[in-house]
């Protein structure tokens, strides 16, 4: 009787190594990088995660580039919650510490996405990550601290694989799309 509750233990434990080994070397976070024309000759590259608070509050992070028909490029962080979850001070700018200390912060850049006749969402802010994207290292976790208006910094976490897809969108170059009418009919 014992000897056959040992088999049975080894064959779960067996079980149980060979779920871990079929999972080892995917990675489920990293999203698709999505490619979009906006207008003739100026390309957006992006990426979109899920970020969680240290309140369990959600946050879409898009990291974007983007390149215009000049040529000159943008890379930013838009980072946006659900309304009423936190008004972000747009005077302050982000934050950004990796797990070894070092300390990065990127300028408030919501003024690309907002018009002077719309009025700023609270819940929504834009940074300018460009000057930062070669100092991030992909392997080290980063914590953003988001600066708010009237209480404490919105704490988000964001892994490695996080950090590695927003340089994959840092490094896209544009590709000039072109359609042969001819070939389409």
């Known amino acids: 009787m ?46 979109r995660q899920t970020l969680t608070d240290q309140h369990g509050n959600n ?19 838009r980072l946006v ?11 302050q700018p982000l934050t950004l510490t990796d797990s070894l200390g070092k300390t990065l912060t990127a300028t408030e850049a919501s003024s690309d996405i907002f018009t002077e006749s719309a009025v700023p969402e609270p819940n929504v802010g834009q940074y ?20 708010t208006i009237g209480g404490e910094p919105v704490s988000l976490s964001v892994p490695p694989s996080f950090v590695e897809e927003w340089q994959a969108v840092g490094s896209y170059k544009y590709h000039k799309i072109t359609h042969n009418r001819a070939e389409e009919n």
């Open 81 to 91: 919650s659900f309304p009423g979850v936190a008004k972000i001070d747009r005077s």
């Open 2 to 47: 014992i000897f056959g509750k040992s088999i049975q233990t080894i064959s779960i434990g067996l079980a149980i190594c060979f779920c871990l080994l079929i999972g080892l070397g995917q990675n489920p976070t990293i999203a698709a990088i999505r490619e979009l024309e906006e207008a003739p000759g100026q390309m957006v590259y992006q990426s």
């Open 128 to 147: 300018d990550l460009q000057p930062l994207l070669p100092q991030l290292q992909a392997e080290i976790p980063l914590k953003l601290s988001l600066p």
């Open 59 to 77: 946050w879409q992070a898009i990291a974007f580039k983007r390149i215009s028909p000049d040529n000159q490029t943008s890379f930013d962080l």
